[in-house]
């Protein structure tokens, strides 16, 4: 019998004929047709990021504007009864990294906001999108317009070059710091601006017009800027010890375990001025107090051989773990991989082994990240 079901044709990002024309090689990826690497292949690419500027194309990332209803207060508030995090004090001009917890304490999603004076702008996952927004409709209705950005695309500027790339098109960028936010202006067309990225590199994010995003990026390049794509972008994230939705935390995952409880501040905590009153609370404090089950780590597998995500690791015969991102690290110069495993078995230096293709290989629990961040603070 025919399979009468139908894959739902990739969408096309605003920048698909400037990526071709680069020579990116196109894969799909959360139901957008991306580039994973041009020419120059994954390996320069990442280097370039390390050491000079790299430009990446985020466009399918979700934006999102909430207009308060009656006060940015009584938003930040209930934006708060969503994510475990301090939004009534984040100052103007400034973002933070959040998360959307479900009633279990599991992860619905990580995402940036920020207070941009009168409203918050927040950033959540590709693949995520459809029903984060939803999420926000269901539950800020009361207090918030939840505005959809259908029409700007999303470009990331990342690496050491990153501020002599874009301050001389887009003044005041080198004035920002690590997590500022700001309205800048390129050539008349207003560049929604964070200091941010996830490559553990200085660097910014850039919201604009889609219709000015080809004429913004060429410019990009031609200050020195190098095309990069999925490949590095993932490699560079990883070495940086950051989380890959889906991958490294999930709904099953909660924060304590993903190793993100520094995102959730004193004020929401036991015993804090706005303690819980958010998804998952019970659960999610309770961990901060008495320790995860299992936590996600650093793991250093020895010898040439990456270890990819579903390898499973073992302490002699008893499976421990999983590992959920893994391969070679350009800039580490080794293979590096992230995981799980029991609070007992996750301290730096813990040895145990991986089973590769029928062997089992020693691998060890190792810091992170594993390149230093360079954030301009």
């Known amino acids: 019998m025919q399979d009468d079901l139908k894959t739902e044709p990739l969408l096309k990002l605003g920048l698909d004929a400037l990526h071709r024309e680069l020579g990116g090689r196109m894969v799909p990826f959360a139901g957008y047709d991306m580039p994973v690497q041009y020419t120059e292949g994954v390996l320069k690419e990442h280097l370039a990021t390390r050491t000079g500027a790299g430009l990446f194309d985020v466009s399918h990332m979700g934006q999102v504007l909430l207009k308060p209803k009656t006060s940015l207060a009584d938003l930040c508030l209930g ?6 995090a301090d939004v009534l004090d984040l100052a103007v001009g400034r973002q933070r990294y959040g998360l959307f917890t479900d009633a279990a304490g599991g992860i619905l999603d990580d995402l940036m906001f920020a207070n941009r004076g009168d409203h918050l702008f927040v950033v959540v996952n590709a693949a995520c999108k459809a ?8 539950h800020l209705s009361a207090v918030a317009e939840v505005v959809p950005v259908t029409d700007r695309a999303l470009l990331a500027l990342q690496g050491p070059g990153a501020e ?7 003044p005041g960028a080198a004035r920002l710091r690590f997590m500022d936010v700001a309205f800048l202006d390129w050539n008349d067309v207003e560049l929604w601006v964070s200091r941010s990225g996830y490559t553990g590199e200085d660097g910014y994010e850039i919201s604009l017009p889609q219709a000015k995003a080809e004429p913004f ?11 990069i794509g999925l490949g590095a972008r993932d490699s560079l994230r990883l070495e940086a010890g950051l989380c890959l939705y889906g991958h490294d935390i999930d709904r099953t995952t909660s924060p304590i375990e993903g190793n993100l409880a520094w995102a959730i501040p004193k004020c929401r905590r036991t015993g804090g001025e706005r303690q819980g009153g958010f998804p998952g609370a019970d659960r999610i404090l309770r961990e901060i107090a008495q320790g995860a089950p299992r936590l996600r780590v650093g793991l250093a597998p020895e010898g040439r051989a990456p270890m990819r995500e579903g390898t499973e690791l073992f302490l ?8 959920t991102s893994g391969g070679f690290g350009p800039s580490a110069g080794r ?6 495993v029991p609070r007992a078995l996750s301290a730096a230096g813990t040895r145990l082994e991986a089973e590769l293709r029928g062997k089992r290989l020693p691998v060890t629990i190792a810091p992170l990240p594993f390149h230093p961040t360079t954030y301009k603070r």
């Open 79 to 84: 934006f708060e009864a969503l994510v475990p």
């Open 131 to 138: 029903q984060d927004i939803a999420h926000m409709k269901a």
């Open 164 to 170: 002599a790339v874009l301050e001389p098109l887009a």
């Open 217 to 227: 990026a060429r410019a990009l390049l031609a200050a020195g800027a190098a095309p």
């Open 316 to 323: 002699g015969s008893d499976l421990v773990g999983r590992i």
């Open 335 to 340: 293979p590096i991989a992230m995981g799980y």
